[in-house]
């Protein structure tokens, strides 16, 4: 019983259900070919890796009681430095300069979450707007950077962080699954991840126990930055081009939509990293599902609101009492009847 | 005198939360034209029943018999529909809205959809002078104090079902004469018959205005008793089952051990230390191992001087000294690192963090000094948590239970043991026992004491003079975000001498 009181039941039950339909209508789930996984489930994996990656700085930042809806824009920019210095190198192959160019478009995008980070705790806009600023100007910037054209690339070493393998792995996927552990380290063996709790469950409160809120605060949206960032590079090494426009457009949204699912609240407080991973596969997988089983394109984004809806009432107490919770209280009007007679 | 039939009746109430039994077969009359007392420490089961008379919880066995007909509440309103009103601690009332708008909410006199704006302010004013109050009606709530919108709600509450009133510690924000006020509220609605129960911690009011009382303790019925035939010392042993002892013996204590405090080191010493606007200026010296009391009305600027001493607010004047070197206390992490210990008044905002457990709100400020990247190993945690959750009687004591899940009282202790782990030479508590039942309030207080004699240097502040007097070595007095007086607190100080300071200010 305890198992089906845990929040992460249903959205675990959707994402197998989901997996096993993929079974079915996928000519390839999952086989081996020239050394590494390919299939249905391996291309989850691999596309699943930027809304994960972002998804996971949500959680972050939505566990302060803030949101970040900037990190689409984050990505582009990041995709755009990124390809912008790439085109420019003599030899594009060369490992070095892009491991390199790569350092270069994370810090970028640290310094963009910083900027985040200094509007929501030093000047104390509230998340919401002051993150809308950079997701409205940041698009802009991309473009500046771009020159408002689609930078293409050639590297090979680049391409790699998006469809290469390493250990027949996808390694956007693993690059996704190194963040997530990292951030699980990160959280839950130091004392951050309670400090964190405690600054979304009350900022006053956390302050005059002697934690320094702000500085947790500011420190989310760095990370937050960072990890959309990364995300932002894997996109446009996808495409081997830096496009300002579609890059990460409404990530934002969906990387809300699984931290929620994920049995994080909006308000802050407690978070849960792996129920953020679930509710990322989740979303994912299902994009990927909608195609397979042949619902029409104009139909699609009603037809994953439908299962989104599905999933958050399965989560809501209320509702499940309302629907299945009857059967309880039966038992015990019945022995209350037998006691006046 | 023939007794009359009860209008509410409640037997054998039995409710059950995940791992604990709240209500135990509990059982409750309540007569017409009475004004019923619930007694009990915090955790008792008093806001159980509360909550179960007023439909907020289903009970798990049980009857209730209103009128004389079994009901069952399933909802607030049902509740309210069959004739119980509540009023709680904090007024429920949309301050923003005018006094009659505020009665009638929600059930405005109507003519053809049209609601009459004249009619609702005609009968407001007549439901008010029922009870003796006479307000301009159309005048927004937050003109009033918070007495007077305590007694709108309470007419709005009477207007809508006038069987049975529940007043949740109505008492605990007013003035003496504000408490005077409600009781002439109160026993005007006894006389038409209503019959009220009332909850209070404090036993004079109880005293005063009840006729009857009930007392719970974990969860089960002690008993019923006429107010006027229960001593209070036998009223406060069944609340709390053992004897007072404790109280008895920290008498004098603050006589006893002057003599060591007073030539002890200083600790903290400020000179015109002050803030613009909070509290003018003052000078105070903290000695190690003395405890002292700031004594002063609600808003006299006791938090405000207790703050700045946390560097939860920036002095904008003066000079403070600790351990004799100048310092600026910028934030509280300042404060910790010279052994400052502070906790705040309002428990529920910028006290305990609810959603989490016990041991994480008892662990949060050793934590946070300690810094994120060096966590407390767990076993370390555990075993501190355990020894305080014993130290101090923590109930119930399961570390790993959210914190909002517990009574007032245990929440107040878990706010303690969150800075005695700390081990802090200072520790100012705001209001530690505000809104808490006698046993643990005694227990607080037994703590400063051996805190006290450990060495530990006090800053106590409260509203009950008899609480300062009983535990301080000396005692500072505000009035008016100024610091007046400060008395050695020595046999010819008295709770009269202090409301005199209080009255009158300095006296020099």
Redesign the interface.
Known sequence: MTILKNRLFWPAVILVALLVVNMFTSNQFITVRDGHLFGTLPDILRGSAPLLLVALGMTLVIATGGIDLSVGSVMAISGAVACLLISDLGNQNSVGSVLLIIGVAIVVSLVLGLWNGALVAAVGIQPIIATLILMVAGRGVAQLITDGQIINVQSSPYATIATGFFLAMPVAFLIAVGAVVLTVLLTR????G??L??VG??P?????????SRR?TVMTYVVSGGLAGLAGLIYSANIKSADSISAGNLIELDAILAVVIGGTALIG??FSIAGTVIGALLIQTLGVTVVAVGVPSKATLLFKAVIVVALCLSQSATFRQKVFGRIK?RP?TA??AE??A | MGEPSPVLEMTGIRKVFPGVVALDGVDFRLFPGEIHALMGENGAGKSTLIKVLTGVY?I??G?ITLGGAAVRFTGPLQSQKAGVSTVYQEVNLCTNLSVAENIFIGREPRRLGRIQWGLMRKRAAELLARLDLNLDVSASLDTYSLAIQQMVAIARAVDVSARVLILDEPTSSLDASEVEQLFKVMRRLKEEGVAILFVSHFLDQVYEVSDRLTVLRNGKLIGEYKTAELPQVQLVEKMIGKELAVLDDLENKAQRTRAKTAEAAPILSATGLGRTGAIAPFDLTINAGEVVGLAGLLGSGRTELARLL?G?DRADSGTLQIDGKDVTLR???AA?KHGIA?S?ENRR????????TVR?NI???L??????????PRRKQDELVDKYIKALQIRPADPEREVRMLSGGNQQKVLLA?WLITEPRLLIIDEPTRGIDVGAKAEIQKLVAELSDGGVAVLFVSAELEEVLRLSHKIEVLRDRRLVEELENTEGVDADRIMQTIASGATS
């Open positions: 063996r130091t004392a951050l309670l400090l709790e405690s469950g009350s006053t409160a956390s302050r005059l126990a002697g934690i320094r947790i407080g407690r209280p015990a022995v209350r006691v006046p | 289903d798990d066995g009857d946390f939860a934030s509280p992490q910790m502070f705040s905002t910028e006290g305990i963090l609810g959603e989490l994480e662990i949060l400020a934590q946070a000094s300690r810094g994120w990247t060096r966590p407390i969150r």
